[in-house]
């Protein structure tokens, strides 16, 4: 395995940084940006769409920095598992990333801009030439998607970032910047439903860092991860559940996301919005469960089967809710 | 600072001469001389033939692997690690073609990159090679056709790995497609173009490579028996996940020599196989085998990428390296078979195995490999330890256009005895009985043979089970505990060696030969070409020699990796190596200890025969006072001649039955082992958390207990693989779709169990002082044990491995179904009720208990054939006596009328039977 040559640019500053995306886009150069580089060095050894030029993120000072309500781009994801100020929701769904080694070198931008998956990109050169590649990097042959063929459209490669729907839950807003500007929107605006371009980030533009509401502390949750191992697998599936506690122990604001299932990380908002908080808790867990896995569009294109993974979802959705009140009772 | 750090010359050596009296020598241990030679080592199994070789000093002790050092210091050299003089690298061309008749190849483009030092294709190797000697099918590259994404086409060799790689994608290939094939079934039916021609021999027009039938004892009663279990199975393929990817470094030294470096465990057959490709005489190569970062039978074949090593370093002039990625290391495979196996196992009223059937359909790729010996494997293992009236086999193995499928641990046997052990899971259950006592009450005594007439030796299969129903809190467990939880067992069985050496007559040369050096300074030189490939056999070699000869193992050193120096020997395969090399180890220095003695009585004038030798030390045992030390001792025997040499060998001694395929199977020993598993499985997710394992093994003798313990757990971590979560995932395309370790799911750390290894000790008379093999038979039974435990669990059983979440889910949504739970959780548990055979089968394996222990002492035990437990003549061979008792080893019409799955095979007739082909 051999990782493509590259040219490495390594701005100090925010502003530095999005003055040479500027320049390389000026003239007319492809580029990748990186900060910790587990899943964009893995995936240039396999050829899957390495640009010449990329730009690291690693000395930018200004982008690191974890605390209760700002955690920056560039902030390690072991540092946020090990940080006493973050929501306990956020690190537990960073504690459930791949393993202690990647998780001390990826970072929160990384894990939200994750590249999306599928059994039939993620492979060598060889591999893909054998089935004449796919939509997602198709090396200049114009093919087709191999998930769901004779659909040139969408790409329906998975998104399994962690991070995601735990955040979403807390109502985070992701910030971002480039040398057009800044501009912010609650987190999950920040995605696009297609596997390819994944989110609203123009040519240029990084991720600096996500704020929370101060509202989000006293919020109480559960993240809740399908696969196969307890470690290095991507989730084939994961609910996070949040709701807003009083000090009169009042629940509002409840909030639920999704990650694995579908292209993109998803809020289910309005699911929640119709729980009935005069029912039984469990009941009404099982039956947003139930919503969930109608909800959900899984493909075959990870490790579990999609139908498998759609049935989960009502399993994870309910331990999440479960688990979430377990914790809301022993606090 | 410890470690490598510390200064040589401070570490705790031994001085060689410095016995007895000197206070570094230690004191002879009584708890480990055998009281048959007067000290206090309990033998509860009887004597052995080397008690009188035990000097106290390693033998039984935890003895670090002797390379331990240089793995954890960094200092071991593996394939990828070897850095000669005007390297090169070397790149290989792989096809992305399922299956296709190469119709040119386009290399000048290749050429032309500046750094690209040489080309080679198929043209210039057109000879086959294969490991086994009957089905030499493989090339080292391409010659007509192409068999499965990622055959090889051709191979370059550049400057560097950048211009290789680049080289490599500008090599333009026409194919002509074939139509590939991928299902497993497929493989039995005729075809336009089979993916080998085998000649007169090939089998109809189809892809069967192999096929087997078998038929044994009284098949006209497997209908009267009262219980029957019927199993249909799927196992995916694995692949052995070795951490060392394939690499190899080829040279032709200026005499035009070739040396090739590579991590093997078979060097010998690589040795005979680059000189039937290659075109030179066997003397003209040496194979050095370079540190083995892991085998597991993987890298036990000769390879093409060896051979391409070798031809582009020819070509060019230079030393090529090829060094694998790990996509690459799963096209190569060789692991084991996808099967589809259907099970049927018989009881009759007395709770006996009245009969054994089995069909097993076997994947194996593109290419024949091991194949042959795995299909007679996945029958013939299986008809031990339990005493059956009756076994009817029939397998086949068929090319498909995948990666081979070859040898991996525990080969041919694993995939049928989880099959056979849930089996009789199930059966006890209909019986109404305990599956340990139905197990205990059937097995085989020792010193017996089985129905296909392997000779069993010691057997420790009861003691395994007897002890991990007592460690595990069988009783208290079994079928009693909630939803979700479970227990299981499972047991193994499986061959120390292999009796039949492939490449030469048994009864003429031997399986291993050991020679032994030693010069003035004391320190032995072992020659052995025996490959450690982690197992840690240099280390057990060593301790062979170092207790007869009563020396400390920092005195011993081992050259076991070139051929040039080593002595011939078969290789890391089979189990064999303790066994058989340990055994002529044994056999050199017992050469070397009379020379030793003799040169003692002359100093000291006491007869040879009252002479014994302790540490460094040789010394009449009536006074030990009297004796000389080793060194004086030595250098009297070395006067007029220099160093002391020995030579031992080892060979396997006549066994066996006369029908076909009798030798397949045949050891001259067993091992024997019995898992039990506790789980936890979540019924609403269908996730297995196995909790812990209770791992007993019968070894014969545990020559380091600490080795051994590290194969037991390590066993329990592969096969659970198996079990869980790993599998060799094709798509619809019939692409491998997970060919790295991100997708290949190995079990981690978070799902391996906690291993309560207990080693039991059966003392094989044959095996070098008792012992017999640890390294694959303990990977058996966790497959088994772990599918009981799931159904103790949840009351589901699932015949598909892996059992990954979504199947178990699967069929616990399918049983709620069927029995109207509204939720998982709702399931019941399986209970058992004990039926009246409980207490007849516990009586039968309380007296057999007897039986086992009266014939395991006597010195010359009866003969005892497989089918007295059914009222046989113990004492002479079934057969000969019982007209209607079958030995059949072809198919007859009526079966051929509805044969398995496997067993139709053989409606296709050989085409030199059909008067046509070469």
Redesign the interface.
Known sequence: ??TP?FSIHTPHTLDDAVETARKLTDEEMEFDWISGGTDLIPNYKWGINPKSHVISLAAVEEIRGVSAFRIGAMARLQDIVESAEVHPLISEAAASVASIMIRRSGTLGGNLCLDTRC??L??????R???DYCHKCDEGTGADC?VIPNQNELCVATYQGDLAPALICLGAVVHLASSAGRREMPLEQFFQEDGITRNVLKNGEIVTHVELPESSSSMVGSYQK?R??????FPEGGVAFAVQVDEQGNISGLNMASTGFESIPRSHKDLVDSIDMGAEWGLEAKRLGVELKRTVRPVLNT???PS?RK??AS?LAKRAMEEAAKRITSA | MVGYRQQPGKLDFTRPGSGGSSSVSEKREPGRIPESQGGDLLQPWGPHRHDDLITGRVIGKRTPLIDSKWKVTGQAVYGDDIRLPGEIIGRLVRTDRHYARVLSIDASEAESIPGVLGIATGEDAPHAFGVLPVTKDEHAMAVEKVRHIGDIVACVAAEDEDIARLAANSIRIEYEDLEPIFDIKDGLKDSDNPIHDRGRYHIGESNVQKRVFQRFGRIQNIGDSIASHEGSWTFKGVNHGFTEPHAVVAHWDPRGRLTLYTPQQVPHYVHRALADVLEIPMHQINVYRTFVGGGFGGKSDPFPHEMCAAILARKTGRPVRITFDREEVFWTNRGRHPSKISMAIHADDEGRFSGIETDALIDGGGFASFGHVTTYYNGVLHTAPYEIGAFHYTGARVWTNKPASGAMRGHGAVNSRCAVEVGIDDISEKLGVDPIDLRLANLLPPHSATITGFRITSIGMRECLERVRAESGWDEKFRKMPLGKGIGVGCGFFISGSGLPIHWDPNKFPHATVHLKIDMDGGVTIHTGAADIGQGSDTVVAQSVAEVLGLPMDMIRIRSRESDTSPVDLGSYSSRVTFMNANAAVSAAMQIRSELIAAASEITGVDEKRIVIGDRRVFSKDDPSIGVSYLEALHKAQEDRGALVASGSYRTPPMGKMHKGAAAGLAPAYSFSAYVAEVDVDVETGKIKVEKVWAAHDCGKALNPLSVEGQIIGSCHMGLGQVISEEMRYGRTGNLLNPDLLGYKIPTVHEMPEVVPIIVESNDPEGPFGAKEAGEGPLLPILPAVCNAVYDAIGVRIQELPMTPDKIYRAVESTCRKGGFESPLDLPSPRLNQTPLSKILKERGAQHSIRDRERRLKSEPSAYHNGALFGNDPETPPEELDPSWHVQVLPDEEYLEEPGLAGSAWLHTERRHRGEGR
Do not use: C, G, H
């Not at chain 1, 196969?228 to 697998?233: F, L, M, N, S, T």
């Open positions: 395995m051999r040559a059994f039939w993620n492979q060598s050169e060889t591999w030439r054998s089935i191999r399908l196969q191992r307890e470690a290095w697998d490790w579990f089967p498998y049935k989960m399993v």
